[in-house]
């Protein structure tokens, strides 16, 4: 067995990892990241890489009036019973001081969106300032490492090509036949791409999650911190009652990584440890399925080494994962893909029913508020699923799930099932097993006051956040029109997650808590491997990376200060 020795050693490549990394390397640790995959990156180079950093200096030029009490209030509002305070005001204080440090001292770089806060009508909500985005990075720059970036989830990109979050670009994509100006944008971007793939075999210029993970190992690497892949996390060293080190499996065999300092947990949290999720999520408890397009390597490693020391690891959110409505892509040859439904429900003409043909909530809500009324809705059921439903206008004009606008053909998704056709509501019902009377009578009622852009049910398209993904050049509401001729369309969505919100019991500065609330020593636990400071609830884009990158940030400034005086 091989042994190295650290300062500090983080498990996980994600963005709460590379940044605690990336600030303990710059405050003088000599630091190591071992990554269980091939390929560094974790979920967040997967995701849409939005962070919600309220104050942030993007933000306040968009939103000045925007303050510490406002964040506060809403913080308080969204996380209800489980509010903590000193928390809360560590994040706030330091959300910003994290932004800057990076683009000022790294290659890490940020552009603001125009995201409204998910909740914005509650009290201290925003409707601008506080979600920002990783930017477009062209990653040739990772020379030798380019190949070892994770790529990004399959279903949401187009023949590889990706998108910014901030849906401005998509906006070109979906106007293509309609405007000469998104016309050109388009065949520019395809041309580019295309060229990319022939010389790269992949996408170069990536953006959202990709390029935060890129943006972050650049940093890393610049700095020296080697990212050691296809190195699995086995087992925490103790000596005494003090963390000191990690066994690993890799490749070359069996090594131990020695830390002076602590060990920081960042391999993702739980959304494929089976047995935890069986406990933890209600759906699956019942027996419903659950699809979750994190990656396959998220089994629970950090909590499973925490709780054999000691540590808490409660299952004490009504919501113990960021709920995502998802379908299941048959890609052929045995392939499977996850799709998460990101934009096409906040589209005019396109509703969500469960199998008793009944709509159930406002379609254009976040896909959290969407998936937490789903679980509910089909508690008495015997499966957790909704199925959109549209018809041959809207199809041609947003697609549906993997089923891209037209003029992309829509025959392959006839053929494996995955999209549904009916000629008339009933047709479809039957074909989908829906409550034929139902759906016809839910579609009638609908179309009532979606004829004049009204939601009667809902109130769909009432806040910004619902007309921000929708279509605004549809009106008077983006978000709502009638379905009215056929041919008429269905895909069956089920439940899925973007990572867990539970996790281990951590002190605000990160140290694993026994169940006596002491810490133990040299084990720390960030990103999803730590309980999400939103208490199971989902806020706003980017609730995720935003605060587990500043815990990250205030975690290894409190171990490179715990020991600057032992250093000196």
Avoid at 281 to 300: A, D, I, Q
Wanted: net charge neutral.
């Amino acid at each position: 067995m091989t042994t190295q020795n650290f300062d500090l050693i983080v498990v996980g490549s994600g963005a709460a990892g590379l940044t605690c990394a990336i600030t303990a390397k710059k405050r003088g640790l000599d630091v190591v990241v071992l990554e269980k995959e091939s390929v560094f990156g974790g979920t967040t180079a997967l995701s849409g890489g939005v962070l919600w950093v309220p104050l942030n200096g993007h933000g306040q030029k968009q939103n000045a009036q925007d303050n510490a009490d406002a964040v506060r209030t809403y913080m308080m509002h969204e996380t209800g019973r489980f509010f903590d305070k000193e928390a809360v005001d560590a994040f706030i204080a330091n959300g910003p001081k994290m932004v800057d440090f990076l683009e000022r001292e790294t290659a890490m770089q940020f552009v603001p969106t125009l995201y409204p806060d998910y909740h914005p009508d509650v009290e201290g909500g925003a409707d601008i300032g506080r979600s920002i985005l990783a930017k477009p990075y062209d990653i040739r720059q990772l020379g030798p490492h380019m190949a070892r970036l994770k790529p990004p989830l399959k279903t949401i990109t187009f023949i590889g090509m990706m998108f910014n979050s901030s849906n401005a670009d998509l906006k070109h994509f979906f106007r293509a036949t309609k405007s000469l100006a998104s016309a050109f944008y388009v065949a520019k971007r395809l041309v580019s791409h295309l060229k990319e793939l022939a010389l790269y075999r992949r996408a170069v210029h990536v953006t959202s999650g990709n390029a935060l993970a890129a943006r972050l190992a650049q940093s890393a690497f610049d700095l020296g911190i080697p990212i050691l892949t296809s190195t699995a996390a086995r087992e925490l060293v103790l000596e005494g009652d003090q963390v000191v080190g990690m066994l690993t499996d890799a490749e070359a065999g069996p090594q131990r990584f020695n830390a002076r300092y602590g060990v920081i947990l960042a391999c993702g949290g739980f959304p494929h440890d089976v047995k935890r999720i069986a406990q933890a999520y209600p759906h699956v408890k019942r027996g419903h399925e659950h699809l979750s397009p994190t990656p396959l390597s998220n089994t629970g490693d950090g909590l499973n080494m925490a709780e054999a020391l000691g540590g808490v690891v409660d299952i004490r959110f009504q919501d113990s994962a960021a709920w995502m409505p998802v379908t299941k892509v048959d890609y052929g040859n045995g392939e499977v893909g996850v799709f998460p439904h990101l934009l096409d429900r906040y589209k005019p003409g396109i509703i969500g029913v469960l199998k008793n043909g009944k709509r159930f909530t406002n379609e254009s809500n976040s896909y959290h508020d969407v998936g937490l009324a789903m679980v509910q809705a089909c508690k008495d059921m015997d499966e957790t699923a909704m199925w959109l439903i549209c018809d041959k206008k809207a199809l041609a004009q947003y697609g549906l799930g993997f089923v891209k606008p037209a003029p992309m053909p829509i025959g392959r998704f006839l053929r494996n099932g995955y999209l549904i056709e009916g000629q008339s509501l009933s047709d479809l019902a039957q074909k989908a097993g829906i409550d034929s009377v139902q759906l016809e009578q839910t579609v009638r009622d609908y179309n009532v006051g979606a004829v004049r852009g009204e939601d009667q049910e809902f109130g769909r398209g009432r806040t910004s956040f619902n007309r921000y993904l929708a279509d605004p050049d549809h009106h008077p509401n983006p978000c709502v029109a009638p379905l009215q001729k056929g041919p008429f369309y269905a895909i069956k969505v089920i439940m899925g997650d973007l990572g867990t919100f539970d996790g281990i019991k951590t002190s605000v500065v990160g140290e694993v808590l026994r169940h006596d609330g002491r810490p133990i020593e040299g084990l720390y636990a960030v990103g999803n491997d730590r309980a999400s400071i939103m208490g199971g609830n989902y806020p706003a884009a980017g609730i995720t990376h935003g605060p587990n990158m500043v815990f990250a940030f205030v975690t290894a400034n409190h171990i490179s200060d715990k020991t600057s005086q032992v250093r000196a």
